[in-house]
């Protein structure tokens, strides 16, 4: 997955350079170093919205990474459906330029690529955790959303959507006309009138163009006859430039039998002797073309102020009244056979009804078959969690009237402690047993799922102790799958990672820097001896450390 990031004067970060390792890469720091720096540079490179900018003083972010995917990958496909090349083989490079002033530019492979185009490449590639995820995790909402994509129901769901979207349309368009049925008469004759005032005008609005140009013409007849006149007597005067293109030509034709290298200048006087008379004709007849008629001029200012009297009356553009004439009629034809017109829109409305209902029922029949093994995946989970007593259950509760999301409400209901009745999620559970369900469905998501780089900002928070082990060996397993990169506070999350970054924020007069760096094995154990005793690091606290790095690997 992803093997490399650079980021350069984004936010407090002046430059990093880091090579990423397979499996489960951990940050740690300080409170306030910026560790979500990093992660927000990676978010804004795929496309997601973040309140962080351009360094202060420089004149553009640079954020690059190189990820290479498994030949059969999707994103491959997808690569190549849009047209972007791959000359590295399985590697291809994501970057993007942010200039302190104007609009920022990505480029995959070199290639520009467009903000729509960058987020539908990350849904294949990336996912970011965030702690606003796990509080989404008490929501209704959110908890559907689990369950449909768990159950590869999202095909269904958008099909249920655009199926609700549709009936309602109808059940509106019907309900509005059985509101207006007592204006349906005064609505008649308000049609009737437009059509009447319409309907002579369209053999106008037919030829729109040519009575303009024709406007045009007549307008100007006067100054137009008067410059051909001029033309005219310009190349028939005897001195014109047509008697001497004759006169030429006849000189040439006399001596062309004598000098044979003057054939071709002699035929090319003659073609242009005869494209002269050619012309001379043309010019008589646009002369006698171009005469006033201020009868018919009078004739077509008439029709184009009527017509632009009628738009402005209707408040549309001129070249939009044939459109409103179609319109008009369509509505009268309707309201010319009431009762049709009626039964029509009864029949849409039953019609697109039982299309969404029957689009209800098989999203049901798949939320009904998801729901046991969803939450005997979860339970499984759980166990590893230090949450074995947890029992963990999906409502499906049927609505009295069906929404655009289905036809019932899920509910996520848990009962943490032996005994303890279920309750829902939002009402029972703490933080820390929140973010460890919230663990235990991303385990569970990406049992099956192609490799993606999974970001996880601090979803430990809240565990401690023996549970934060298990957080941590999650974690790790979850690795082996997927590409993890995990922001935490816990030294046993810590100690789980297969590479350990560290990030520090320095200040020097009034520069502040966040600089993030690769830890070696005595490093690490130093990090996560800080963590475990705070400031100051004791000898029993580089001893934990080392021993929980052991455990770990």
């Not at 496309?47 to 999707?74: M, N, S």
């Not at 970011?128 to 449909?148: A, P």
């Not at 005032?197 to 140009?213: A, F, G, N, R, T």
Request: charged share 20%; proline share 3%.
């Amino acid at each position: 997955m992803l093997q490399r990031v650079y980021v350069e004067n984004f936010g407090l970060i002046d430059r990093c350079a880091l090579d990423v390792h397979a499996g489960m890469t951990v940050l740690t720091g300080e409170t306030g170093a910026g560790k979500s720096m990093l992660i927000g540079a990676i978010a804004t490179l795929f496309g997601q919205k973040t309140h962080v900018g351009v360094r202060p003083d420089t004149p553009q972010a640079v954020i690059e990474t190189t990820l290479a995917l498994e030949p059969q990958h999707p994103a491959h496909e997808w690569l190549l459906e849009q047209g972007f090349t791959a000359d590295l083989g399985n590697e291809f490079t994501i970057k993007k330029l942010i200039p302190a002033e104007g609009h920022s530019r990505s480029f995959c492979n070199g290639q520009r690529i467009t903000q729509q185009q960058i987020q539908q490449l990350s849904a294949l590639v990336l996912d970011i955790h965030s702690q606003t995820d796990t509080q989404q995790l008490r929501q209704k909402r959110f908890q559907m959303h689990i369950l449909d994509r768990f159950g590869g129901c999202e095909a269904a769901l958008n099909e249920a959507q655009q199926a609700y979207y549709t009936w309602r349309e109808a059940a509106e368009a019907l309900q509005n006309a059985q509101q207006n049925a007592d204006g349906h008469a005064q609505r008649l004759i308000e049609l009737e009138a437009q059509v009447a005032e319409l309907e002579p005008l369209i053999p106008v609005l037919e030829q729109l163009d040519s009575l303009k140009e024709e406007q045009q013409r007549l307008t100007h007849a006067v100054q137009i006859g008067e410059a051909l006149g001029a033309a005219q007597a310009v190349l028939n005067d005897e001195q014109g430039v047509l008697d001497a293109l004759g006169r030429v030509a006849r000189q040439l034709d006399m001596v062309a039998d004598k000098a044979p290298e003057l054939g071709d200048l002699n035929n090319r006087f003659s073609a242009l002797d005869n494209e002269a008379s050619d012309l001379v004709r043309d010019l008589q007849r646009a002369l006698e073309q171009a005469q006033p008629d201020p009868a018919r001029l009078d004739q077509i200012n008439q029709q184009l102020s009527t017509v632009s009297d009628v738009a402005r009356k209707h408040r549309s553009e001129v070249q939009h009244l044939q459109e409103l004439f179609s319109t008009i009629q369509h509505e009268l034809a309707q309201h010319e056979n009431p009762a049709q017109s009626m039964q029509h829109l009864q029949e849409a409305e039953q019609k697109t009804q039982q299309v969404f209902a029957t689009a209800c029922t098989k999203l049901s029949k798949l939320r009904v078959a998801a729901k046991p093994k969803l939450e005997k995946a979860v339970a499984s989970a759980l166990t590893n969690l230090h949450m074995a007593s947890t029992r963990f259950e999906v409502q499906l509760d049927t609505l009295e009237q069906a929404t655009a999301t289905g036809a019932e409400q899920v509910t996520f209901a848990v009962a943490v402690n032996p005994g303890q009745p279920l309750g829902r999620l939002q009402d029972v559970a703490s933080g820390g047993e929140v973010s460890r369900l919230m663990l235990a469905l991303k385990q569970v998501f990406y049992a099956n799922l192609p490799p993606q780089l999974v970001i996880f900002d601090e979803i430990d928070t809240g565990i401690s102790g023996a549970v934060a082990s298990a957080a941590g060996a999650a974690l790790r397993e979850l690795g082996q799958t997927q590409q993890v990169l995990t922001i935490t506070h816990l030294p046993q999350v810590a100690a789980s990672g297969a590479q350990h970054w560290n990030i520090a924020k320095t200040t020097k007069g009034d520069t502040t820097t966040t600089t993030i760096t690769e830890l070696d094995k005595s490093e690490r154990q130093q990090e996560i001896a800080r963590l475990l005793a705070g400031t100051e690091t004791t000898a029993a606290a580089t001893a934990a450390a080392q021993e929980l790095l052991q455990g770990a690997t």
